[in-house]
């Protein structure tokens, strides 16, 4: 997944930044964001902002950027409920009982942008009949398309996008698809 794990007693990220070099601060493959993720974001969009809080809490921002026809205030709302409800929650975190909020903020706010583009009625993805999806893209860019109508707002589908977004891949088996 290429997760970044970060470590509050060593002060350092524990795990090797897959960016690579871009110049000699971060020649130091542990040294993300170039040693300090608050006042820096990640230049290749992994998708989500982590802070860590002084009360040992974790807040995760995702950044999306929306269009399409089913951009309403309403969809929105629901869309932002609904990531909430599905990620927020306690978490076992290095061994210890967490709270982690998950909450969704306006696209390029951290200098990532994920655009996804709403539609009221199946997306362009004919493999899974219309499903919503989300892609990334090889220079780290991340769109997908979200459908807005029927419960897909609310029926978990749209939690498991967001998902997506912050890094997450499917945990699927290989599977069979059966006609």
Do not use: C
Request: aromatic residues 12%; negative net charge.
């Amino acid at each position: 997944m290429q997760a970044r794990y970060y470590d509050p007693v060593i002060g350092r990220f524990y795990s090797n930044d897959p960016v690579g070099i871009t110049n000699i601060h971060t020649f130091n493959r542990y040294a993300y964001a170039n040693n300090n993720p608050y006042k820096y974001v990640d230049p290749t969009g992994e998708a989500a902002e982590i802070t860590y809080k002084k009360n040992g809490s974790i807040q995760i921002n995702i950044p999306i950027s929306y269009s399409g026809s089913g951009y309403t205030y309403d969809n929105i709302s629901s869309i932002k409920k609904s990531i909430a409800n599905v990620w927020s929650g306690t978490y076992l975190v290095n061994g210890k009982d967490t709270y982690v909020n998950v909450q969704i903020t306006k696209g390029n706010d951290l200098g990532v942008d994920n655009n996804v583009e709403l539609i009221n009625g199946p997306t362009s993805d004919i493999e899974t009949q219309g499903k919503s999806f989300v892609q990334t893209y090889t220079d780290g860019t991340t769109s997908g398309e979200w459908r807005t109508d029927k419960n897909n707002l609310t029926n978990g589908s749209i939690g498991h996008e967001a998902g997506h977004l912050m890094g997450a891949v499917d945990q699927y088996d290989k599977m069979k698809w059966h006609s």
